[in-house]
């Protein structure tokens, strides 16, 4: 039972007795991984308030080689997500992030995956209110092309011919991208016009200049987010954190 150190991002707690806490942690090393916290909920446990959902740090394990239950010995907090916690509008991707890596990264080393987490983490706690809706949607889009399943915009996912640089864009979900006028005369595809299909290509680069969207372009931007989530990662999973994102739940009708 070797005792690793790696650095984690809590995704999830659940209280296991009276006194510990089962703690679903994204680690840079060793994938998602499920660690039992003894003595997390005594009132003077040695890991404090550390065990915060979405709390960054260094978590220290006794991995057991033949269990999928390790155990965690110890949690060095380096970040506590305040400005997360206090605004919906950070904290509601920001969940949305935690439940797609809690589902869908893989129980191995994946640093791709972990790093993008991490960072989207930061961005979401310091940028400005009106970049908010935009930088969600992009945040949303690079974790899924961390995970593998980038949408393909440039060439035709099915037949790989290539597409008009410009103007409209034949989507589909289900097969993960852009379709040749062929394939989209074959196929259930959402016609994205030339400005939303600008738009989409911003917020999937990540080093393009971020998009400020609102209203219906950005509930629209969700929605195709998160059906592309649900068909390509979903598994039939319920994903409520994802669909409260989406619908911007907290937001009065």
């Known amino acids: 039972m070797p005792a690793v150190s790696t650095p984690a991002v809590v995704l999830s707690t659940l209280r296991y007795s009276e006194t510990s806490k089962i703690v679903r942690l994204a680690t840079r090393d060793f994938g998602v991984q499920s660690a039992l916290a003894k003595g997390a909920l005594r009132p003077r446990s040695r890991f404090g308030a550390a065990l915060q959902l979405l709390s960054d740090g260094m978590a220290h394990l006794i991995i057991h080689e033949r269990r999928d239950l390790h155990l965690l010995t110890a949690f060095d907090v380096a970040r506590v997500p305040v400005g997360l916690a206090a605004d919906l509008d950070r904290y509601a991707p920001a969940s949305a992030l935690a439940e797609i890596m809690l589902h869908f990264a893989p129980a191995e080393p994946h640093p791709a995956s972990f790093d993008t987490l991490r960072e989207s983490l930061i961005l979401l706690e310091q940028s400005p209110p009106e ?3 935009a930088l969600g949607i992009r945040l949303i889009w690079q974790l899924v092309s961390s995970l593998g399943f980038e949408p ?3 060439a035709c996912v099915r037949d790989g011919s290539p597409v008009p640089a410009e103007g409209p864009l034949a989507f589909s979900t289900r097969e993960g991208g852009a379709l040749c006028s062929g394939c989209a005369a074959q196929l259930e595809a959402t016609r994205l016009p030339a400005d939303a299909r600008a738009a989409l290509a911003a917020l999937v680069e990540p080093d393009a200049d971020l998009v400020l969207l609102g209203g219906r372009d950005a509930a629209a931007h969700r929605r195709l987010a998160a059906r592309f989530v649900r068909h390509h990662l979903g598994e039939g999973a319920a994903l409520p954190a994802l669909e409260f ?9």
């Open 152 to 154: 393909s915009l440039e």
């Open 245 to 253: 994102w989406e619908r911007r739940a907290w937001i009065p009708a």
């Open 131 to 133: 970049a908010l809706e």
